[in-house]
């Protein structure tokens, strides 16, 4: 059996912001949990888990629920590889100082 996950504290502060977010957008709209539950194609306890922050929510009901909101495409670009300055960082410092064309192997006669 495996064991119990309990998320980083930054974690969790990150999804209780992305679910207070969540729950402002909903109520800027106007918009009853039944519905934006329905439209997600979740329950209404799934939505007031994720409006919490709750970590044990799946990804994917984070997406439906976004989406249900007209908030989608936001969450596409989290880890775009062009805003990942670590990562283009450590790339830009693996780069080669010269550029060689690679040689011709000699054929054997």
Same mark, same amino acid.
């Given at each position: 059996?495996?064991?119990?996950?309990?998320a980083?504290?930054?974690?969790?502060?990150?999804?209780?912001?992305?679910?207070?977010?969540?729950?402002e @957008?909903?109520?800027?709209?106007?918009?009853?949990?039944? +519905?934006?539950? &329905? *439209?997600?194609?979740?329950?209404?306890? /799934? #939505?007031?888990?994720?409006?919490?922050?709750?970590?044990?929510?799946?990804?994917?009901?984070?997406?439906?629920?976004?989406? @249900?909101?007209?908030?989608?495409?936001?969450?596409?670009? +989290?880890?775009? &590889? *062009?805003?990942?300055?670590?990562?283009? /960082? #450590?790339?830009?410092?693996?780069?080669?100082?010269?550029?060689?064309?690679?040689?011709?192997t000699?054929?054997?006669?």
């Open positions: 059996m495996p064991t119990p996950h309990r980083p504290l930054a974690v969790r502060r990150s999804l209780k912001k992305l679910g207070l977010d969540i729950k @957008a909903r109520l800027r709209r106007a918009l009853p949990a039944s +519905v934006v539950a &329905a *439209r997600a194609f979740t329950s209404r306890p /799934t #939505l007031q888990r994720i409006e919490a922050g709750d970590p044990g929510v799946g990804i994917g009901i984070y997406a439906a629920v976004l989406q @249900a909101l007209g908030l989608l495409d936001g969450l596409s670009d +989290v880890a775009d &590889a *062009r805003r990942d300055e670590t990562g283009l /960082t #450590l790339a830009a410092g693996a780069l080669p100082q010269r550029a060689r064309l690679p040689r011709k000699r054929s054997s006669s």
